[in-house]
Each structure stands twice: as C-alpha cells, then as structure tokens.
C-alpha cells in the first residue's frame, strides 16, 4: 500500500522535554527515496523528534498541527536496545520480516549483506557494540521499509567496515526508493548519505535551524570524494557553519582549483 | 499443589484487561481490592482458617493464597514493564498484533512466570508452618506436617525434634528451589529457543 505524496509530513507547533522548549515551529516532509539528515547539539530534541515519526504519532510532549506519517513499514533504527532479547539474531530478522518474506533465504541474505553471519545464533546480549549496531540495522533492513529512522547507525563499528556498509547501504536505498530520516552527530554520515541536513537549536535554541542542501542524488557519493581534501576541507568549514546558524547551499562539490591559492 | 494453584489463580488474574494508572475505573476494580488482599499477613489468616476448618483442603487453600500474590506480582510486573524501543520497533515495522503476541509480550511474561516461581517456592514453604499451626485431626508420630511438629516440639521443649524439622524444612526448600533451576538453566531456555532468564538490558 504505497503512500501517494510524502512519506512524512508533519508540523510541530511545539517539541517539549520535561518542560524545555526544544522546537517551535518546525515542519519537515519527506518524500519518498529522499534522505533528511537530522543533527544539532545533545538534548535538542532529535530522537524525541524521531520517536514521534517511527512511532506515528505524537509523543508526549509534543503539540502537532499536522502529522501525517506513511502507515507502510518503517525501519526504526534506535540508538540503544531495539532487538527482542530472548531470540538469536536470526530469529529476530525473521521475527522483524514482513509474513511473505519469513525464510532462511531472505535471512540469509540481511545477515551476509551486514556481515553478520558469525552471529547468526548469538543473543543480542552476547554481542559486542558493533555487532549490535549491525544488528539492530539488520532488523530493519529485514523489515523492508519504505522509511527507515536510524538514531545513530553504525556509530561503533570499525572505520572501514562503516564505510563499506554505508555504502552498501546507500545502494540498497537507491535500488528500493527508500526514504531515510538520519539522526546523527556524525558530519561524515550526513554528508555522505543525506540529501539535505537540517540541524536543529542554533543559537537561538527554540528557532529553526539551519538547512544545509548536500549535492543531490545519484547516491551514493563515491567514497574517492570522501576522501578527497577539498571535501575534507568543506567538511570542517561545513561543520563549524552547521552549528553557526546560517543557511547554505551547496551547487557542487568545490575542487581541488577552487581552493588552491 | 500451593505452588499450581497460586500459578493458576495469578495468572487467571493477570488476564483482567487494563490496570495500567490511566484507566481509573480499572484500577480501582481489580488493582486496589488486590492490593488490599496482598496486605493481609498469611499468619495473621490462620486463627481465620482455624474458626472454618482444620481440614487438610483449608490448608492447601492457605497456602496457595499466600503464593498467589508473588505470581502476580511478578507476572504484572513483567507485563507492564515494557522494552520502549524494542515495542517502537516492532510496531513500526508494521507486524500483525498477534505477531506482536508471540514474539515479544509472551516471552515478556515467561520471564516473570519463571521468577514468580521461583519466589513462590520459598513462600509456599513459609506458609506450610503457618498452616499448620492450624492443628490437625489426627495423632501418633506420622501425625500433621513438619509445620505442626515445631509446634509440637516447641510445647514439649523438644530440642532435638525442633533442629531436625529445621534442618529437614531446609533440604525441602533448597532441593524444590534447585529443582525449579536445573529445570530451566539458561541452557535448557536456549535450547527451547527463548531465554527468559536473560537479563534485558544489553
């Protein structure tokens, strides 16, 4: 049952957290296929914000005026825990997958994509933090999302392994059109999967906020340009203009002449 | 036989739908009249008991009452308690409430059975002295239980007597509690395909 038009599309009058106003007047949509990075300092709200939309309504403490949320399967990524304790990890992708797909195979298939199938039978209590991390995105990869909401993926995980799943990732999300809505403080995440990043509490911490618009698809990025200086560059002073408060936007990657004196 | 029934009635009991605080009416139907039966000390129900019957029946009804508040306590206690991000999740990914059932609020509730009975036993051998101060219609040396005994060896200042129906109420509560464990290690969970004796936080 696909969702005509957006797969979120909400307005917040107001984001509360034991009486803290953390976000006034904020809308956000989301169409489908296209990545919304979401990112600001701790305790600005962001998972708050993300629980409402995995769990399709508003939660408490937040007043919306409008909250339409897709009721196809999303995938939600939570920061910590998430899995069902008492199964191995097989059992919790099949415990996850949609009816039809219930089958080793399509387990199988999840567990090598997140190169997980030493784990296969192991307790999510038994995992390192990595694992669970790869873990957790499994599940919702298994899920087979139209949306997924990850509150920090693949935080712990080794660098290069990162890298390789993002990027698997990113591909499998281009080949199902699936929408994405990214909680992370990690700017190379962001920049690396998100179309556009919405940072939250700028200098003034109940007003939006920044908007930064990453060059756009055909996603992924190559990892060459990660590695690139002159993105390396733009990242840092991306960063520090992330949290500045001003809006950007950002046509094309600068190369390495622009830069070079 | 305490320990069955106390396990039927509590569960039976936990099977009263909505008694979460928000549900007023519901709290007040079934939380606080429980509440208030919980409170009733089992010794303070034995002259109660006494004033009805000594029969043997009564006393397994006293026992099973004293048992029946840790089950449902603890049954309760593992049906509300609830793995927020794990539920989000579930809910999210869109799977059928009876799927919802099977994988996470049945698994959920094992985990307080198992420790509900665990908790069971010991009371269950607490309540058995208790009950047995209840009397006992027949006499000779096989007569009433180890309860009835103490009390017997208390009156006639019996040393001896006193330390073996001590000794002998601790190898009954230790092999039934070893019993229950050996029943269901972590192994033999794992084998069953669920462990409900792990711990939930990672």
Redesign the interface.
């Known amino acids: 049952m696909a969702h005509i038009g957006y797969l979120v599309d909400i307005e917040l009058a107001t984001l509360r957290l034991a009486d803290r106003l953390l976000i006034k007047d904020f809308t956000l949509q989301i169409e489908q296929g296209s990545r919304i990075g979401l990112t600001g300092p701790s305790g600005c709200g962001k998972t708050t914000l993300l629980?409402s939309i995995?769990?399709?309504r508003p939660t408490l403490g937040v007043t919306a005026r409008n909250f339409r949320i897709t009721?196809?399967?999303?995938?939600?990524?939570?920061?910590?825990?998430?899995?069902?304790?008492?199964?191995s990890v097989e059992?919790n992708l099949l415990?996850?997958a949609?009816?039809e797909s219930r089958k080793s195979e399509w387990c199988d298939e999840v567990l090598d994509f997140m190169e997980l199938t030493h784990v296969r039978s192991t307790?999510?209590?038994q995992l390192s933090g990595g694992e669970?991390q790869r873990s957790r995105l499994a599940?919702?990869i298994a899920?087979q999302?139209i949306l997924y909401?990850a509150d920090e993926p693949l935080t712990e995980v080794g660098l290069q392994q990162k890298w390789r799943l993002l990027e698997r990732w990113s591909v499998k999300m281009n080949e199902c059109a699936t929408g994405l809505l990214l909680v992370s403080h990690d700017i190379d995440t962001l920049l690396y999967l998100c179309d556009k990043v919405v940072v939250l509490g700028g200098p003034e911490p109940t007003q939006m906020i920044t908007q930064v618009h990453l060059p756009g698809p055909p996603h992924p990025r190559r990892p060459q340009d990660l590695n690139n200086n002159t993105l390396v560059a733009a990242r840092r002073s991306r960063t520090s203009v992330l949290y500045s408060g001003e809006t950007l936007e950002y046509q094309q990657i600068p190369t390495q002449a622009d830069l070079s004196p | 036989m305490g320990v069955l029934l106390g396990l039927i009635i509590a569960t039976l009991q936990t099977l009263v739908p909505g008694e979460q605080g928000s549900k007023r009416l519901n709290t007040w139907l079934t939380v606080a009249p429980l509440d208030f039966l919980r409170a009733l000390p089992i010794i303070a129900l034995v002259p109660l008991v006494q004033m009805i019957s000594i029969s043997e029946r009564w006393k397994v009804a006293l026992i099973a009452w004293a048992v029946m508040f840790p089950m449902y306590l603890s049954m309760r206690q593992a049906r509300l308690r609830s793995?927020?991000?794990?539920e989000?999740?579930?809910?999210?990914?869109?799977?059928?409430s009876l799927?919802i059932f099977r994988?996470?609020k049945l698994?959920k509730a094992l985990?307080g059975l198992l420790k509900g009975v665990e908790i069971s036993i010991g009371i269950a051998w607490l309540s058995v002295v208790a009950a047995e101060w209840v009397g006992t219609f027949s006499e000779g040396f096989w007569a009433g239980g180890l309860g009835y005994k103490i009390t017997k060896a208390h009156e006639a200042n019996n040393w001896s007597s006193m330390l073996i129906c001590l000794a002998l109420f601790g190898l009954l509560g230790t092999s039934t509690a070893w019993t229950w464990r050996i029943l269901f290690t972590k192994e033999r969970a794992l084998a069953n395909?669920?462990?409900?004796l792990?711990?939930?936080?990672?």
Do not use: H
């Not at chain 1, 009721?71 to 199964?87: C, E, K, T, V």
């Open positions: 629980r995995a769990s399709r009721n196809d399967r999303i995938g939600y990524i939570p920061q910590r825990s998430g899995m069902l304790p008492w199964y059992r415990a996850f949609p009816e307790f999510p209590g669970l599940c919702a899920t999302p909401c | 793995l927020v991000d794990t989000l999740a579930l809910n999210a990914a869109g799977l059928s799927d994988n996470y698994p985990g395909g669920f462990n409900p792990r711990n939930d936080e990672e």
